[in-house]
């Protein structure tokens, strides 16, 4: 217990373990302070962000667009009902609706503002549902999907340690082979609702979809008449570099998807999620009475949006060109790095054993955030505005810490 002095890292995670349900393990570390890509703990120790809170403060910590944004609207207008709108509401589904297609979404395309990833991706799961009705009743996902922890979200994840506890599921969504074109074509038919799919996976350890996947499953799809659902939670919102990762040539081909899922990096760090459906039966996927929530739309979250939006607009090149020059400087750091894959700034480093958790714990120690995506994989997820100065200094710590927790000199 704390004698007067601020209490320290252990006995916060002591507590942390006597009060929190252990659904996440045990933390690394107990953080109170973050200004751009650097964090501090209770101990005063000191980090480069290269996580961002899983692809989330896509502006870094306490950026003052974002403070001056959140203190404004909290101290005008804090929450409404969706009785009511706001202006806030109404300017953040225009912004999605322009930026989420290249040329500006279709005419008729809505949008629907939620809080969170699962969220999103709840609501997609349900104008699936009544797209398809009993006619269609097949839904398709990927293996290694991760579309969040609800129960519709859940039914579209395919680890099976994240689905089974949890059975029945809502549905019995069929997992097709990552990337495998010839799967799909034998899957699609009359009878499937929708097609849901991450252009980039990200928890299954940032894997882009091959070149010419989307564009064709794109084609089944609408000759079949089922929806393509692009869930872009962790992959959008300027993370890859374009503001969709299927806006990427080499991704998506062009593709205009159905539907869009948002969360992650759309908030700057405060919760928000959103569903951008495109073309002129969008408004009908979900009529009225069919969806809600009290959250979704809150004026300060809308706002926190809007100022992030506006800074990660002027930084997209940025994302590009750090992305593009990091990843190669990553991938010729150390013999045992045997890949770095990902886009722009959501990037895998793979190495050629399983040593990511004792890697990333090496790195913490250093004062880098990362966190290993696969159990050969350490994943790089880093606030937007990372300086290229920031990522060299991550580079140039990287090949001592593998040393350390491969064995070598
Ligand atoms: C994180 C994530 C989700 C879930 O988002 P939450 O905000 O955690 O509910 C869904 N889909 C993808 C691709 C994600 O990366």
New binding site residues.
């Given amino acids: 217990m704390s004698t007067g002095t601020t209490p320290d890292q252990a006995t916060w995670t002591q507590r942390y373990g006597d009060a929190l349900m252990n659904t996440f393990g045990a933390p690394k570390r107990v953080l109170v302070r973050g200004e751009g890509a650097v964090l501090w703990d209770a101990d005063g120790g000191r980090y480069l962000d290269l996580l961002a809170g ?2 989330v403060n896509a502006l870094g910590h306490a950026h003052p667009a974002v403070v001056a944004a959140v203190s404004e609207q909290v101290a005008t207008l804090g929450h409404v009902s969706n009785f009511f709108t706001t202006p806030q509401q109404v300017r953040l589904a225009e912004r999605l609706l322009a930026l989420v297609e290249p040329g500006g979404a279709p005419a008729g395309s809505r949008v629907f503002l939620a809080s ?6 709840e609501a997609a799961f349900k104008m699936v549902r009544r797209h398809g009705g009993r006619q269609r009743p097949r839904i398709l996902a990927l293996e290694g999907a ?5 129960m519709g ?1 859940l039914a579209l994840t395919h680890k099976a340690a994240y689905r089974e506890p949890f059975a029945p599921l809502p549905a019995e969504v069929e997992f097709l082979p990552f990337g495998d074109v010839a799967a799909l074509e034998r899957a699609v038919g009359p009878d499937v609702a929708a097609l849901v799919v ?1 252009p980039v ?3 299954a350890g940032v894997r882009p979809l091959p070149p010419g996947y989307l564009g064709r499953a794109r084609e089944l799809t609408q000759e079949s008449g089922a929806l393509l659902v692009l ?5 959008g919102m300027g993370r890859t570099g374009a503001w969709m990762a299927h806006h990427l040539e080499h991704v998506g081909g062009g593709v205009v998807p159905d539907v869009v ?1 948002l ?2 990096g759309l908030g700057g760090g405060f ?1 928000v ?1 959103a569903v951008v459906a495109l073309g002129e039966h969008a408004g009908a996927l979900l009529g009225p009475g069919e969806h809600g929530t009290t959250f979704g739309g809150n004026p300060v979250a809308a706002a926190a949006a809007l100022a992030t939006i506006d800074v990660v607009e002027g930084l997209l090149p940025h994302v590009r060109e750090l992305g593009r020059t990091w990843r190669e400087d990553l991938a010729a750091a150390h013999p045992a790095i045997t890949e770095v894959r990902g886009e722009g700034l959501l990037l895998a480093v793979r190495l050629s054993s399983p040593v990511a958790a004792a890697l990333a714990a090496e790195l913490m120690d250093r004062g880098f955030v990362v966190n290993p995506v696969a159990p050969d994989a350490v994943r790089l997820a880093p606030p937007l505005l990372l300086t290229h100065e920031q990522a060299a200094s991550f580079t140039a710590e990287l090949p001592a810490a593998v040393d350390a927790c491969t064995g070598a000199p």
Avoid: C, L
């Fill in positions: 899983i692809a969170s990833g699962t969220e999103a991706n991760f579309h969040g922890r609800t979200a991450e996976q990200g928890e869930d872009e939670v962790q992959s899922t969360a992650k919760p999620g």
